[in-house]
Each structure stands twice: as C-alpha cells, then as structure tokens.
T-cell receptor, first 113, second 108 residues
Framework: ETGVTQSPTHLIKTRGQQVTLRCSSQ?????VSWYQQALGQGPQFIFQ???????GRGNFPPRFSGLQFPNYSSELNVNALELDDSALYLC????????????FGPGTRLTVL | GQQVMQIPQYQHVQEGEDFTTYCNSS?????IQWYKQRPGGHPVFLIQ?????EVKKQKRLTFQFGEAKKNSSLHITATQTTDVGTYFC????????FGSGTQLTVLP
C-alpha cells in the first residue's frame, strides 16, 4: 500500500454540477499528478503540481483545475460536469518536478448522470 | 501529440504458459515505466527503464527497452494466477503517457 489517500471513494453528480476531489501525498513527496482513467483504458494525464505550482498539463479543458497546498496535498476541481467525465480519478505522488515512479492512490470513482 | 500503443489488448493463458506485452511510442522516450493494476485496484509501479537496449529482470518478469527508445516489452515466464491484472507501459517524454494496457487472465 502506498501512503497516498484520496477522498471521496465514490461520487455521483449530475451534468452541469461541479466537483472537488482530494488527495494526500505520500510522506516525503512534493509532487502530485492527477490522472483520469476511463473504463478499459490507461490513465490519462490531467496535470501535475510541484511545490504548489502547475508543472505540466495534459489535453484537458480549463474546466479541469487544481491546487496544491503547502503540505503537498492537492485538489482536483471539475466544473460544468459532462457525462464523459465519468471515470476513475487517480492521484499519484512522487519526488521532484519530474515523472519518476508514480505512487498511486486508490482513486475516486466519479459517475455523472 | 505523443502516443503510446500497447498490444495485445487482452491475453488469456493457461497457468504455466508465458506471456508478453508490447509497447510502442510514436516518439523517442526519455524512459519507460511499467505498472500493474489488479482488478478493482490502482496502478502499482513495477520498473523504470532508461537506457537504450536496457534489459531488467524481476524474478519471472523480464523488461526490455528498445535500441531506438521507442518500444518496450514485458515478458512473464511461467505465469501464475497471481499475475492476473492489467499491465500498462508509460512512456516519458515531456509528460508521462500511458498505453491502453494488456489485460492478462491466467486460467488455473
């Protein structure tokens, strides 16, 4: 088990609503990356935060935004939810502003109705 | 943009048979990582390969990185039921791009 925790574990929202997902990184890690994993697919990179600054972004629209706090925990916010946003959202912590070994949390399963 | 393709999508093997999954990138990679995701679980890091032509072994698992640093493979010898899961490669260039995975089923 990694020391990465995520909350909530499951969430159901309706189209157009907004959602906030939370992640606590493993002790000693200062980088958090967020991924979206649709059923039967590999994780898709959303963005990475390093020392409270966005350090890279994948091909996701601006309604996906994030924050990293001084204790290196992080939030993922998604506005104006769409049906296609239904997925498993994974956060992963790592050391340094790079893409080294990713320690994944258990994920948040988001369902948009 | 960078694309990472992985084949096969599914593989069913009898326990004791070998298994191989292949990963190909559209661009040259800085490194490649491999992850395993058990059903209902999250990806777990297996290994990272950095050098051209690198080969690494972990017990029954053998990982290779191609000479051109655009392809990689994972080979499992004599599969066991504990090997069940989806194996992902993830290629690093500017970011980490995951392949779509190979779902391995091992029949007892």
């Amino acid at each position: 088990e990694t020391g990465v925790t995520q909350s909530p574990t499951h969430l159901i929202k309706t189209r157009g609503q907004q959602v906030t997902l939370r992640c606590s990184s493993q002790s000693g890690h200062n980088t958090v990356s967020w991924y979206q994993q649709a059923l039967g697919q590999g994780p898709q990179f959303i963005f990475q935060y390093y020392r409270e600054e966005e350090n890279g972004r994948g091909n996701f629209p601006p309604r996906f935004s994030g924050l990293q706090f001084p204790n290196y925990s992080s939030e993922l916010n998604v506005n104006a939810l769409e049906l296609d946003d239904s997925a498993l959202y994974l956060c992963a912590s790592s050391k340094g502003a790079s893409y080294n070994e990713q320690f994944f949390g258990p994920g948040t399963r988001l369902t948009v109705l | 943009g960078q694309q990472v393709m992985q084949i096969p999508q599914y593989q069913h093997v009898q326990e004791g048979e070998d298994f191989t999954t292949y990963c190909n990138s559209s661009t040259t990679l800085s490194n490649i990582q491999w992850y395993k995701q058990r059903p209902g679980g999250h990806p777990v890091f297996l290994i990272q390969l950095v050098k051209s032509g690198e080969v690494k072994k972990q017990k029954r698992l053998t990982f290779q990185f191609g000479e051109a640093k655009k392809n990689s493979s994972l080979h499992i010898t004599a599969t066991q039921t504990t090997d069940v899961g989806t194996y992902f490669c993830a290629g690093r260039r500017r970011q980490l791009t995951f392949g779509s995975g190979t779902q391995l089923t091992v029949l007892p």
